[in-house]
């Protein structure tokens, strides 16, 4: 059993996954919708920026992108500027992870707004509607159903690489009983992290399960 | 003055000619019908007039002010776009499809353009939205979504939806191609009672009966011309060139 102090270093790590992750989902989606805008842009310059964007930060490693925010941005800033830069490795975790993060929700976003039939923007148009307000009111409405699904998979996926910013020395819960682990040679410490996990993401499902029921009750005939 | 102009329009998808120079007026309060083979540019031309396609050449003038002058698919001349967001108020359109938004109640469709475009009242815009759904027939099931009424119930949803915006003129694409025979009848009722109470109406349909019962004029397009208009019973019963008899024979 673990003790009381265990006890809360185990809570305090989780805390610190839970708000890498939260954070991280939130950024995500609001980037994720500009972004996804920005690739069905009609102007080139947009779509080649968001392209970029996504290129990149989903065909990169996660744990790649933290080392470069964490090691990296302080020697360029040190080149660039001669003074030291100090990241605390949790701003570095919600940075890296919301920036990755947004990368695939913009995909998600961008099929689930091109899955929305293409009368439904006339429809929202010949009413007098402008894009923004056609996609504002009719047409991103609609992708919420159909977003829940992936969304939640990027967010049960997010929430387990958090697991990830041990090696920026930040004490989440995987390290934080890995800690307890090597102390004692005891590797069923282990067990508290996996048992937490499940937990967490056995929460993270039920929730999207309903929502998604929820969400599509207007498709109900 | 004239509702709708259209002045030597010309329509290119790709190296496909749609539409070949298209001339033709309609006054306030005339219903004019659109008849013409699959593929002759009829509903093209109607979705010229509200800009849901824009035509390669030639212009289109809505209440006596332009909307768009082009040539070789520039815009030769550019209108204010605050006057011509105006003037495309002016045109209600009802789809084949319906295009209902599914996200929304029958009553939300109807109120949703006045509340977003027109920032009206909510009060005031949805006793105007129960006249609208009383008139089609649709008021008692103001709450139901979509999925659950039949296409001739959308489409008369539909049609509560487009008057929602106060238009002056309506533009009707095919409206009852996708509905089941004995749904077709409930809306052909709807728009005519629309026609009768003075609704400028241009129509694109495969519905004769209709077109010689309610139309003031009939349009015979084929090909992207207009081979030939001019009063229903004349261009109905008694056409004068013969892509318009064939036409006539083959669905009649």
Known sequence: MLTSAQWTAVWDGTLITLEITAFAIVV??????????????KHRILRALSWFYIWFFRGTPLLLQLFMVYYAIPIIYLESTGSQLNIDPMVCAFITFSLNTTAYLAEI??????SIPGGQMEAAKAIGMTYGQAMRKIIIPQTYKRLIAPVGNELVMLLKDTSLVSSIA??????TTKTMANASGNWLYYLYAAAIYLFLTTLLQLGTDRLEIKLGAYEKR | ??????????????????????NFEVNPKEVVCIIGPSGSGKSTMLRCINR???????????EDELTENRMNGKTVEKIDPQKLANLCLDIGMVFQNFNLFPHLTVLENVTIGPTVVK???AKITEEHAMELLE????????????????????????IARALAMNPKVMLFDEPTSALDPELVGEVLQTMKELAQEGMTMIIVTHEIGFAREVADRVIFMDDGVICEEGRPQDILLNPKEDRTKEFLNKIL
């Open chain 1, 28 to 41: 995500g989606c609001l980037l994720g919708v500009v972004l996804a805008l920005g690739r069905l842009s």
């Open chain 1, 109 to 114: 976003i961008r099929a689930g707004i091109e």
């Open chain 1, 170 to 175: 930040l004490s989440d819960l995987l390290r």
């Open chain 2, 1 to 22: 003055m004239s509702m709708v102009k259209v002045e030597d329009v010309h329509k290119q998808f790709g190296d496909l000619q749609v539409l070949k120079g298209i």
């Open chain 2, 52 to 62: 849901l396609e824009r035509i390669t050449s030639g212009k289109i003038y809505v």
């Open chain 2, 119 to 121: 920032k009206e009242n």
């Open chain 2, 135 to 158: 008139k089609v027939g649709m008021a008692d099931r103001k709450d139901e979504y979509p999925a659950r009424l039949s296409g001739g119930q959308q489409q008369r949803v539909a």
